[in-house]
């Protein structure tokens, strides 16, 4: 059974990078049936898909937060990657980690990590 | 992009009864549509895909229907358990996008 988990700092300093990786064990991450994805989710708030990426490396990423994100992968350590660039508060959120499957051109997401609260504050 | 708004906000039922929870797209999304539960505390859990299909380990209790822009989640007789927040999500336009979500509570 697959299972994904968020590892990175807790706190992040307004103007500084949120980097998070995500460890997923249980699964092939080289397998060509899944993109690995980042959700996050405001405190109270819905879900905002942020982006995702395939085992060979092809991302893709929300418009709304394209300029500022980059996703890569290390299929060696079995992990994915999220650095995002230039925070202000209103990048405090619960971010996930999350596989989608390639069944269909866009993906659903069938199995997540538990979460990590980033909270950006100097 | 594709907007998904969920009603009601809250849905207050009680243990036994039937809950229906409506989705609906800005614009077609066929029938790419999914249906999540999220208790609190937790990741969200996929129930429903291909906006009619129940993932894994999923009660039958659990349906979904619908097709284009408007979707429904019907819980047929809640469970204790089932009170929690569900998120539709569509995966047919770019970029991807989640409703608001309705909150099943307690009557």
């Known amino acids: 059974q697959v299972q994904l988990q968020e590892s990175g700092p807790g706190l992040v300093k307004p103007s500084q990078t949120l980097s998070l990786t995500c460890t997923v064990s249980?699964?092939?991450?080289?397998?060509?049936?899944?993109?690995w994805s980042w959700i996050r989710q405001h405190p109270g708030k819905g879900l905002e898909w942020i982006g995702y990426?395939?085992?060979?490396?092809?991302?893709y990423y929300n418009p709304s937060l394209k300029s500022r994100i980059a996703i890569s992968v290390d299929t060696s350590k079995k992990q994915f990657s999220l650095k995002l660039g230039s925070v202000t508060a209103a990048d405090t959120a619960v971010y996930y980690c999350?596989?989608?499957?390639?069944?269909?051109?866009?993906?659903?997401?069938?199995?997540w990590g538990q979460g990590t609260l980033v909270t950006v504050s100097s | 992009e594709t907007v998904m708004t969920q009603s009601p906000a809250t849905l207050s039922v009680s243990p036994g009864e039937r809950a229906t929870l409506s989705c609906r797209a800005s614009?077609?999304?066929?029938?790419?549509l999914a249906w999540y539960q999220q208790k609190p505390g937790r990741a969200p859990r996929l129930l429903i895909y291909?906006?009619?299909t129940r993932a894994t380990g999923i009660p039958a209790r659990f349906s979904g229907s619908g097709s284009g822009t408007e979707f429904t989640l019907t819980i047929s007789s809640l469970q204790s358990e089932d009170f929690a927040v569900y998120f539709c999500?569509?995966?047919?336009?770019?970029?991807?996008?989640f409703g608001g979500g309705t909150r099943v509570e307690i009557k």
């Open positions: 999350a596989r989608g499957t390639t069944l269909t051109p866009l993906p659903s997401f069938d199995s």
């Open positions: 249980g699964a092939s991450i080289n397998s060509g049936s899944y993109y």
């Open positions: 990426i395939y085992y060979s490396g092809t991302t």
């Open positions: 614009q077609s999304v066929s029938s790419n």
């Open positions: 291909g906006a009619s």
């Open positions: 999500q569509q995966y047919n336009n770019w970029p991807l996008t």
